[in-house]
């Protein structure tokens, strides 16, 4: 079994900074692309930040400037460093991997638990 698991979410004032972390383990054989994904209560989950295997990164025009992806490829880890933090950032944040648990197989979508990012004063 493969599991991803999120720290670093909390309570923030609005111009505060947190960072997330997303810890994959279990039955791996590689791993490809991963992401931090978001869900505001009442609307749907969107995509914040994306980066490949090779550390090419993407990100939501509303995040750009203030956010950074970053992975660890030994500790199968990814990250979400989030600066100038502002309400309407408050959200439940997933993270999401594609990964292989064999050589045979292919990438398959793997996500977190999520966990709960507030920024209000």
């Known amino acids: 079994q493969v599991q991803l698991v999120e720290s670093g979410g909390g309570l ?4 505060g900074s947190l960072r997330l972390s997303c810890a994959a383990s ?6 490809g692309d991963m992401a931090w994904y978001r869900q505001a209560s009442g609307k749907q989950r969107e995509l ?17 400037g203030r956010f950074t992806i970053s992975r660890d490829n030994a500790k199968k880890t ?3 460093q989030m600066n100038s933090l502002r309400p309407e950032d408050t959200a439940v944040y997933y993270c999401n991997s594609k990964i292989r648990t064999t050589w ?5 979508d793997y996500w977190g638990q999520g966990t709960q990012v507030t920024v209000s004063s």
Request: proline share 3%; no cysteine; hydrophobic share 35%.
């Open 12 to 15: 923030v004032q609005p111009g």
């Open 26 to 31: 279990g039955r791996i054989f590689s791993i």
């Open 48 to 64: 914040v930040a994306h980066i490949t295997r090779g550390e090419i990164t993407d990100y939501a025009d509303s995040v750009k």
């Open 78 to 80: 990814v990250y979400l």
């Open 104 to 108: 045979t197989e292919r990438l398959s």
